[in-house]
């Protein structure tokens, strides 16, 4: 799962869960992938060696090349989020990094935070929000849905606990 409890206890409700977007391609597949592309592409123009028709056709084929490469470092700088959120009994705290460095937080106190599934209506289906402290903010939307049910499930447990202690 791509989220992570820092302090793992099960019994504990303290803890810091760090969420981030699933990186499906890493660095070594996404140059494989882009050679790869690049090569297959080039198949039907070896024909056409030592022809004026392969110089009219290869910039089309680095062009949409360079459109792929472009597409992927977008999608891969847009995943570069990080979500933060540490539990203690006195503070409730969540960080969120932005692709571009930006860093938004938000902290209330655990014992009046909520969190809340909501099934319809939000962005994606299952989102997930916590709200106190006068604000209301989302966590984990570039989860899946089943990733998300599951965080809504182990927040719920763990603030369920601070209010019992």
């Not at 022809?51 to 056709?57: D, F, I, S, Y």
């Not at 700088?77 to 990080?82: F, G, N, P, S, V």
């Not at 209330?108 to 909520?114: E, G, L, S």
Request: negative net charge.
């Amino acid at each position: 799962m791509p989220y992570r409890w820092t302090h793992d206890d099960a019994l504990a409700p303290t803890g810091e869960l760090t969420l981030w977007p699933h990186n499906s391609l890493p660095p070594k597949g996404f140059a494989a992938f882009v050679l790869a592309t690049f090569t297959m592409a080039t198949l039907p123009l070896y024909g056409l060696l030592g022809t004026a028709l392969l110089w009219g056709l290869l910039p089309f084929l680095l062009l949409a090349t360079a459109g792929l490469y472009y597409a992927l470092s977008r999608n891969a700088a847009d995943r570069r989020i990080l979500e933060i959120l540490k539990i203690t009994p006195e503070e409730l705290q969540l960080v969120r990094y932005d692709p571009k460095g930006d860093a938004r937080d938000w902290a209330c106190n655990p014992y009046w935070a909520r969190v809340a599934l909501h099934q319809t209506g939000g962005p994606v289906p299952n989102y997930v929000t916590l709200t106190g402290g006068g604000r209301e903010v989302e966590i984990g939307a570039f989860l899946s849905e089943d990733e998300r049910k599951a965080l809504f499930a182990e927040l719920s447990e763990r603030l369920g606990r601070i209010g019992l202690a």
